[in-house]
């Protein structure tokens, strides 16, 4: 069975300082990666996906991300992070057989200080 | 395109009610997702359609639930009698392909009192 976990529940950082967030998954064959953002208040919106290809994977408003499948990890980075970044991330994977269901991580609560 | 629609964007009601909830999904797109989001369980698969056959409700949480897709750009969720443990905030998703990412609507704030 497919599964996402997000080890941190809250990610703490100065404004300016890069960021990191993590995420690692389990899944039988080659999967998707996504990752999700989502304000107060409002749906999820996507960042960035990596599907093949390039290992680092560019996405919205600065964030990128990095497959590293040796360690079934697809951690989200950005180099300089903004108050306005603080918001909720999740990270999501799909597999490519046995159906197409999505399956979202728990979420880890990014806080960005002015 | 106005994105995905959801509605209403909030409902209240009294346990025992049906409730209906309703999703116009991004015109062109082939896949829709129902889910529901929780600080508890955080957020659940209910069931999603591809091109409007349902094709895993194994997250649906029980037969008070049901959900219908009778054309491209019309989904409903329906909780027939609801209970206090449904309340949360139910989003309605649509996508392009397996493999591409999903756009979400603004979510439905159900409260069952």
């Known amino acids: 069975a497919q599964s996402v976990a997000q080890p941190e529940d809250q990610v703490n950082v100065a404004e300016g300082n890069p960021l990191t967030v993590k995420c690692t998954y389990s899944?039988?064959?080659?999967?998707?990666l996504f990752w999700y953002v989502q304000y107060p208040n409002r749906g999820l919106q996507f960042l960035l996906k990596?599907?093949?290809?390039?290992?680092l994977v560019k996405g919205s408003y600065g964030f990128e991300a990095e497959f590293n499948k040796s360690q079934t990890s697809f951690h989200l980075k950005k180099p300089s992070a903004l108050v306005s970044d603080s918001a909720l991330y999740f990270c999501?994977?799909?597999?490519?057989?046995?159906?197409?269901?999505?399956?979202f991580g728990a979420g880890t609560r990014l806080f960005v200080k002015a | 395109d106005a994105g995905v629609i959801q509605s209403p964007r909030h409902e209240v009601t009294e346990m025992g009610q049906e409730v209906t909830l309703r999703c116009k999904p991004i015109?062109?797109?082939?896949?829709l997702f129902w889910y529901r989001q929780t600080m508890m369980r955080g957020l659940e698969l209910l069931i999603y359609?591809?091109?409007?056959?349902?094709?895993?409700d194994s997250g649906m949480p029980e037969d008070r639930f049901s959900a219908k897709m009778p054309n491209a750009s019309f989904s409903t969720l329906k909780i027939q009698p609801s209970e206090p443990r449904d309340s949360a905030v139910y989003f309605c998703?649509?996508?392009?392909?397996?493999?591409?990412?999903?756009?979400f609507g603004p979510g439905t704030r159900l409260t069952v009192l």
């Open positions: 990596y599907i093949t290809g390039d290992n």
């Open positions: 999501a994977v799909r597999a490519l057989t046995g159906g197409f269901k999505t399956i």
């Open positions: 899944v039988s064959g080659n999967p998707y």
């Open positions: 359609f591809n091109n409007n056959v349902p094709i895993d």
């Open positions: 998703a649509s996508s392009y392909l397996a493999s591409n990412e999903q756009f």
């Open positions: 015109s062109g797109h082939d896949y």
